[in-house]
């Protein structure tokens, strides 16, 4: 999610309708892991409601977002035979001990490398490719199914561009994002689709993949700066059809290659003029209609399955304001998500979900948010955080989306642990995880889903 962690700026899709292709002769070659699969083995949707080996399935977990990435980074610099390896395998297995001890039974991850160009540096050498990326993806499903954990496995579909870091700074390359998303014939598309088709082969018959996932909040980069030509940072960006068609195209390529499971695109949340910057190339505050056409265009007659929205509370306990029918401020809360996904007939899916955490430091934006709300919090180990934690807890029941994936469990590296930081983990941030495994069974008792 943009506010809560820094990633390969990534985004989506409309162009020209795409006729999807059968899948690659390179994916054919690699055979499916394991027995097939059936219906009944994956989660399906029944009348609007999620059910798993046939009984009602809902949940509150966590994003374990660099399971793979710890993995793969050390795979990469050589280091799979070393102790400092073993080490980092010890700690991801038991965060998921961990999680499964206290109730929680699915994550989400990336499941490509942070930069695209790790990814074709080891996938296109076949010998890296099955000792450092295989191996990376395997050891990290096989941990989920020693610790019964199921996965969100997001393919970083929005990544295959040209970009790359050069002295510090994103360099953007003859392809970027507006390229791949709005152009199914786009080199980075057809890259894109080969992996795909190689990669969801592969795991398809693996029961710890709960869903496949697009990419990570594609939604955010659409009609950025509408009045520049769509130019954000140097980048060419897409606009929300393109995001719109990008979806669908994507998730008929997954489902080309895996029937049974259900597809998400990835979430983030609409910006509060998200309508108006694609219509009216204009920062103008959407009304709830607005909002509302917006998640038709990218939901209503797509192939993607889930709704999937990123939610996130400020200090006054509000994500995003809308205009309401009497032209007063209202927020685009939880609830609202919810009515407008039933209104679609499509389930709702908060893939990340957070509260506000500001800095204690020196800059005014930051000083004035303690002044006007003392009781702020700089990490889920704060005292104050659990209550704030309570409230978006309560929002989340209230609503009834059926999946929620807190940000973020038990991450290892250095800069996450650092405040601010949305790092909880057991032992540190106790009331917090007291709070989210209530919610969870009063989630579950709620929809029926014991």
Same mark, same amino acid.
């Given at each position: 999610?943009?506010?809560?962690?820094?990633?390969?700026?990534?985004?989506?899709?409309?162009?020209?309708?795409?006729?999807?292709?059968?899948?690659?002769?390179?994916?054919?070659?690699?055979?499916?892991?394991?027995? @097939?699969?059936?219906?009944?083995?994956?989660?399906?949707?029944?009348?609007?409601?999620?059910?798993?080996?046939?009984? $009602?399935?809902?949940?509150?977990?966590?994003?374990?977002?660099?399971?793979?990435?710890?993995?793969?980074?050390?795979?990469?610099?050589?280091?799979?035979?070393?102790?400092?390896?073993?080490?980092?395998?010890? $700690?991801?297995?038991?965060?998921?001990?961990?999680?499964?001890?206290?109730?929680?039974?699915?994550?989400?991850?990336?499941?490509?490398?942070?930069?695209?160009?790790?990814?074709?540096?080891?996938?296109?050498?076949?010998?890296?490719?099955?000792?450092?990326?295989?191996?990376?993806?395997?050891? @990290?499903?096989?941990?989920?199914?020693?610790?019964?954990?199921?996965?969100?496995?997001?393919?970083?579909?929005?990544?295959?561009?040209?970009?790359?870091?050069?002295?510090?700074?994103?360099?953007?390359?003859?392809? %970027?994002?507006?390229?791949?998303?709005?152009?199914?014939?786009?080199?980075?598309?057809?890259?894109?689709?080969?992996?795909?088709?190689?990669?969801?082969?592969?795991?398809?018959?693996?029961?710890?993949?709960?869903?496949?996932?697009?990419?990570?909040?594609?939604?955010?980069?659409?009609?950025?700066?509408?009045? @520049?030509?769509?130019?954000?940072?140097? %980048?060419?960006?897409?606009?929300?059809?393109?995001?719109? $068609?990008?979806?669908?195209?994507?998730?008929?390529?997954?489902?080309?290659?895996?029937?049974?499971?259900?597809?998400?695109?990835?979430?983030?949340?609409?910006?509060?003029?998200?309508?108006?910057?694609?219509?009216?190339?204009?920062?103008?505050?959407?009304?709830?209609?607005?909002?509302?056409?917006?998640?038709?265009?990218?939901?209503?007659?797509?192939?993607?399955?889930?709704?999937?929205?990123?939610?996130?509370?400020?200090?006054?306990?509000?994500?995003?304001?809308?205009?309401?029918?009497?032209?007063?401020?209202?927020?685009?809360?939880?609830?609202?998500?919810?009515?407008?996904?039933?209104?679609?007939?499509?389930?709702?899916?908060?893939?990340?979900?957070?509260?506000?955490?500001?800095? $204690?430091?020196?800059?005014?934006?930051?000083?004035?948010?303690?002044?006007?709300?003392?009781?702020?919090?700089?990490?889920?180990?704060?005292?104050?955080? @659990?209550?704030?934690?309570?409230?978006?807890?309560?929002?989340?029941?209230?609503?009834?989306?059926?999946?929620?994936?807190?940000?973020?469990?038990?991450?290892?590296?250095?800069?996450?642990?650092?405040?601010?930081?949305?790092?909880?983990?057991?032992?540190?941030?106790?009331?917090?995880?007291?709070?989210?495994?209530?919610?969870?069974?009063?989630?579950?008792?709620?929809?029926?889903?014991?």
């Amino acid at each position: 999610m943009n506010k809560y962690i820094t990633t390969a700026i990534t985004l989506a899709l409309f162009a020209a309708a795409l006729t999807i292709s059968a899948p690659s002769s390179h994916a054919a070659k690699a055979a499916p892991r394991g027995a @097939a699969l059936t219906k009944s083995d994956v989660l399906t949707l029944q009348n609007g409601k999620f059910y798993l080996h046939g009984r $009602r399935y809902a949940e509150i977990s966590f994003n374990k977002f660099d399971l793979f990435w710890q993995l793969f980074d050390l795979l990469k610099s050589g280091k799979g035979d070393t102790q400092e390896y073993r080490d980092m395998v010890d $700690r991801q297995d038991q965060a998921l001990r961990e999680l499964h001890e206290m109730g929680f039974h699915g994550i989400r991850f990336f499941a490509l490398p942070y930069l695209i160009s790790d990814f074709r540096e080891t996938y296109n050498d076949p010998q890296k490719r099955e000792s450092v990326f295989y191996k990376a993806l395997d050891a @990290a499903l096989d941990l989920c199914d020693k610790n019964q954990i199921r996965v969100v496995y997001d393919l970083g579909a929005a990544n295959f561009t040209d970009a790359s870091i050069v002295n510090g700074k994103w360099v953007y390359g003859q392809e %970027q994002a507006r390229e791949l998303i709005a152009n199914p014939d786009s080199r980075g598309r057809k890259e894109l689709y080969r992996y795909i088709d190689d990669i969801v082969n592969r795991y398809k018959n693996r029961k710890a993949i709960l869903l496949w996932e697009i990419s990570n909040e594609v939604t955010l980069n659409a009609d950025i700066l509408p009045d @520049a030509g769509n130019i954000y940072e140097g %980048q060419r960006m897409p606009s929300l059809a393109d995001v719109a $068609r990008f979806y669908d195209d994507v998730a008929h390529r997954i489902k080309a290659n895996d029937p049974l499971r259900l597809v998400n695109g990835g979430g983030g949340h609409l910006r509060s003029c998200q309508w108006n910057q694609f219509v009216k190339h204009a920062w103008i505050v959407d009304t709830l209609d607005e909002q509302n056409k917006a998640l038709d265009l990218l939901y209503a007659k797509s192939a993607v399955d889930i709704i999937d929205i990123h939610y996130g509370l400020d200090n006054k306990n509000i994500c995003e304001m809308v205009k309401g029918a009497n032209g007063k401020d209202i927020p685009m809360n939880t609830q609202r998500y919810q009515d407008a996904a039933l209104r679609i007939g499509k389930p709702l899916m908060l893939g990340e979900a957070a509260v506000n955490l500001v800095a $204690r430091d020196d800059q005014p934006r930051n000083k004035k948010i303690y002044v006007e709300t003392p009781d702020e919090i700089d990490s889920y180990w704060d005292p104050n955080a @659990a209550k704030w934690v309570k409230a978006l807890c309560d929002e989340i029941v209230d609503a009834g989306p059926q999946l929620t994936f807190w940000w973020t469990y038990s991450s290892d590296r250095t800069q996450d642990q650092r405040t601010p930081s949305f790092f909880i983990k057991k032992g540190r941030t106790d009331p917090v995880l007291k709070v989210i495994m209530e919610t969870n069974k009063r989630l579950k008792s709620r929809l029926g889903a014991n």
